[in-house]
């Protein structure tokens, strides 16, 4: 009878180990699933915890077009309310490089021509530093949006879009873009949204640090005080794209001046922006200044300063070497109808013959411009 009870007991102490140790071994399980989700986790707020905002360098470093949302007063700038005042605005996107983003900026109207005559002008874009802002670091951008809401112009913004990556391609003392896919959307709920493709350009700022150097801001700068080989390569590129719409004089027109910080030699370079009045582009609102003698911005003309046609070959080195690359990007853009890229390949192609021939070559650069300076 005790030897029964004995076992009996011995049997529960048994049943009561095995739960114990099915008990630990399961909690031993848990605790390695629950550490591994905590290395997983982890490894998954790496890139979280690892980001840092987006700067100027990396926005513009990324070919793909950004999707992006502006929500804003479009009244204020459809019907020409905003005038020289900001715009509050935010702007979004549920990936912009691989960040979410919805941030407070403002806008700026920007441009001349273009500030009057078009639905949503060019306008300057400001981040503002909060506690949570990754664009923070790109500080002010430039937007450039199409004139009109159809084919037609959005064709003329790829085209101005694609001869600031033809200089980007020849030099890097030009201004950076980027293609973007606009959504703007009104705050007031008053508009339906409008989409359209635009670019962003980098702020000259940054050009100039990118160079080690600075902005020269209200100061007359004059052709002989400028990098001759620099200023042949801008003139030349100028007439390739047949623009006529800049110049030097008064603190430049669609021209930036910037000085490299060394104290020793400092050298000044000027850098072009503002390429639609260019005959590439061919934009119906363009006009030639009327004193240059020419009916239509197609017309190629060349502001001279008396370079020799060697030194003009010389410059054309560059743009010669990057043919394959120009014709191929016009190719290769999926924004353009075969009508432009067609227009656009033969217009450049005129370019080249002229380079090649040097009757051509005495007629543009000697014969015909040279009694017209840069103005």
């Excluded at 997983?40 to 950004?66: E, H, N, R």
């Excluded at 909060?130 to 500080?139: C, F, M, P």
């Excluded at 924004?335 to 009757?359: C, H, P, T, V, W």
């Amino acid at each position: 009878m005790v030897r029964l009870k004995f076992v009996k007991i011995l049997k529960n102490h048994i049943f009561i180990l095995i739960n114990l140790s099915y008990t630990l071994k399961k909690y031993y399980i848990l605790k390695k699933i629950i550490f591994l989700m905590g290395i997983i986790g982890w490894f998954l707020m790496l890139p979280t915890l690892a980001q840092k905002p987006i700067t100027s360098q990396k926005f513009f470093s990324i070919d793909s077009i950004v999707d992006i949302t502006i929500t804003t007063d479009l009244n204020a700038i459809i019907r020409k309310k905003a005038g020289d005042d900001s715009l509050e605005a935010r702007i979004s996107s549920p990936s912009l490089d691989g960040i979410a983003i919805n941030e407070k900026v403002s806008l700026l109207m920007r441009g001349n021509n273009r500030r009057d005559v078009c639905k949503i002008p060019p306008m300057r874009i400001n981040f503002f530093k909060t506690k949570n802002s990754e664009l923070h670091k790109l500080k002010s951008l430039k937007i450039v949006n199409p004139c009109e809401d159809n084919i037609a112009y959005e064709e003329i913004l790829i085209k101005e879009y694609l001869i600031y990556k033809m200089y980007n391609a020849i030099s890097d003392l030009s201004l950076k873009v980027r293609l973007a896919r606009i959504t703007y959307k009104d705050s007031l709920d008053k508009r339906k949204p409008i989409v359209r493709y635009s670019f962003f350009i980098e702020d000259i700022d940054v050009l100039a640090k990118r160079n080690d150097a600075k902005e020269l801001v209200n100061t007359k700068v004059v052709t002989g005080v400028l990098n001759r080989e620099q200023l042949n390569s801008v003139s030349l590129f100028q007439f390739m794209i047949a623009n006529t719409d800049w110049g030097i004089s008064n603190n430049g027109h669609n021209i930036k001046f910037i000085r490299t910080k060394s104290q020793k030699e400092p050298v000044n370079y000027l850098i072009p922006y503002d390429f639609d009045h260019a005959g590439l582009v061919n934009a119906p609102y363009a006009a030639p200044s009327a004193n240059l003698g020419i009916e239509d911005v197609t017309t190629r003309y060349f502001f001279s300063i008396g370079q020799t046609v060697d030194e003009l070959l010389e410059a054309f080195e560059p743009m010669k070497a990057q043919k394959e690359n120009f014709m191929n990007m016009i190719k290769n853009c999926d924004l353009l109808s075969q009508y432009a890229k067609k227009d656009m390949s033969g217009y450049l192609e005129i370019f080249y013959d002229i380079m090649s021939n040097q009757s051509d070559r005495n007629y543009y650069f000697i014969k015909k411009n040279r009694s017209e300076p840069i103005p």
